[in-house]
């Protein structure tokens, strides 16, 4: 194969899995963004390709593609027949949620964001189930489907709601939205990790393992804003190397976790197996499939 031109080789690997060539150092230099635009256009020919940073991170992106199903509660009198409650989603996707009035909203690789069958936005970043981000500005959508903006904003990593909050974060910001006020203000922090909602309450993790619970009160007038060293609620991750990939989600009283692709339920039974991640929003127990 040393004897083939690199073009003939570029070719080749652009039918093999990725990497597959670089054991050869001499044919590393074929991976670069060129190379993962070219992949992927072989991967979804009739994508329209739309890359927030490269096309590389775009390809890594799509990796993360499933199917997504999603049941509306766990019936609290024990009785639990999952066949009866799950929705799956029509659409291989990224992040799906369900709306207040039922509808789809799910999001793709490329950022394509529809609701049910129908295109509502292009260059989307990410999404929740009122509100979405695309790479310049953040809106909300209402219980119409109405899409209102909220405000111009860049660099999004996540949206989400709690209460009558919407918040919206950057790498060292949240952003904080009154949905029945119409007022938002913003606090600073240091490398935000990640924020999760528990009893209208938002807790702000930083990288440096610095948790923080923010109260809120009124129009936003008034707010509390405390360093705390644990937090019990409805996301946990574990500091034992074991399970510190594994997720436990606290639903209408039942607590729901993931332990080696495995959803178990109170403890108590098998709900799915072979599942690759679960979330929540509202009383939705969302699950992403192998």
Known sequence: MNSLPLEVIRIISLMLKVLTLSINKSYYEIYNDDWYYDYLISLYPDVNLWKQTTYKDLYIKSLSTFNIKCTDYINMLGCYKPSLYFHKFPIKCIEAYRTKNYKQLMLTFNGELYLDNNLLDINVVTINSCSYATNVKWFMIDIHHNVMEIMSLTDIIKVGSCGKYLYAITKNTIYIYNSLGNKNFSLDFNDIKDVYCFNNDIFVLENNGNLYLLQFYGDLSLFFKKNIHKFYGDYISYADKKLCFNKM?????????????????????????????????????YIKEN
Request: include cysteine; charged fraction near 30%.
């Open 249 to 285: 989600l606290k639903i209408n009283n039942h607590i729901v976790e993931l332990i080696d692709g495995n959803v178990h339920v109170d403890n108590d039974f098998v709900l799915e197996h072979d599942v690759k991640d679960i979330y929540k929003c509202d009383s939705f127990l």
